[in-house]
């Protein structure tokens, strides 16, 4: 591609011979700067893969064994992953974004650079933090704040009861979060329920590991009828304790203890509902 035809595809680019903050390099060693460019958000993420490949991400011990390639690095009784994608971003912005993020996040046990555009938080979540409200009440701020566009999807909080299957359980979820980013680029705060309803029944989705982990965690704490009960009544407590001859504040008590170890809030309905279509196998 000549000099004139970049012009006409990028009319406010400008050719350098020294490398910018958002420049791509031309085969005669040359760079076409487009800091003032209009650029798409997807052309800008287009431009961030080509222009940065070379910029190698350490790999992490968390990251090895995430991948099946290591050991857990240290104990754990519970464990998050936040999942984060750019969109776009200005480089010298992102040191002071990450040291929000573990100020906002303040359990967490790693914080792992993918890829130029990707992140993972590992959160500890033995006694649980509702990250979720945290990260729903500052994305506005975090993006104006530090030029960024991004979104985070909250996992699963996953206790140590279904410790070994935790690799695969991170890999099932980044797989989720990824089919997810094909279809849409808004800004946004996904909970795991959220996307694991919209992921049923999409092709190239393998959700078993996660239904089986969540069985187990269903029927070690005995919700199974609980969990049908609120289904049946709409997640309304007192009648749900009516059907399962209980008082109402042994129900919540229950409810409680469940969020405490899982983060499902069962008197959310798109929580309840991740829950019963969990279930949903065993009602036929």
């Given at each position: 591609m000549d000099?004139?035809?970049l012009v006409s595809w990028f009319p406010q680019a400008k050719l350098?011979?020294?490398?910018?903050?958002?420049?791509?390099?031309l085969g005669?060693?040359?760079?076409?700067?487009?800091?003032?460019?209009?650029?798409?958000?997807?052309?800008?993420?287009?431009?961030?893969?080509l222009s940065h490949p070379r910029k190698q991400v350490q790999s992490s011990p968390w990251q090895a064994y995430l991948h099946d390639q290591g050991r857990i690095p240290q104990t754990v009784e519970a464990i998050q992953f936040i999942h984060i994608h750019l969109w776009s971003q200005k480089e010298a912005q992102l040191d002071a974004w990450q040291a929000m993020m573990t100020d906002l996040l303040p359990s967490q046990l790693a914080q792992v650079q993918l890829t130029p555009q990707d992140y993972l938080i590992v959160l500890e979540q033995g006694t649980?933090?509702?990250?979720?409200?945290v990260l729903q009440d500052t994305l506005s701020a975090l993006e104006f704040d530090f030029g960024l566009r991004l979104t985070l999807f909250v996992g699963q909080v996953w206790p140590k009861h279904v410790a070994d299957h935790w690799p695969r359980l991170y890999q099932a979820e980044a797989q989720l979060f990824a089919h997810w980013r094909v279809r849409y680029q808004q800004s946004a705060v996904l909970s795991f329920s959220q996307l694991f309803l919209w992921g049923q029944g999409r092709a190239g989705l393998e959700l078993g590991l996660v239904k089986a982990s969540m069985l187990e965690l269903i029927d070690q704490q005995d919700m199974?009828?609980?969990i049908l009960a609120l289904w049946t009544e709409g997640a309304v407590v007192t009648k749900a304790a009516q059907v399962l001859y209980i008082?109402?504040?042994?129900?919540?008590y229950r409810l409680d203890k469940w969020q405490d170890m899982t983060g499902l809030q069962l008197k959310d309905l798109t929580d309840l509902s991740f829950c019963y279509q969990v279930l949903l196998d065993r009602q036929f």
């Open positions: 000099e004139k035809e350098s011979q020294v490398e910018g903050e958002c420049s791509l390099q005669d060693g040359s760079y076409l700067d487009l800091s003032d460019a209009d650029l798409t958000d997807r052309e800008g993420y287009l431009l961030s893969l649980l933090m509702d990250y979720q409200t199974q009828a609980i008082h109402r504040n042994t129900l919540q």
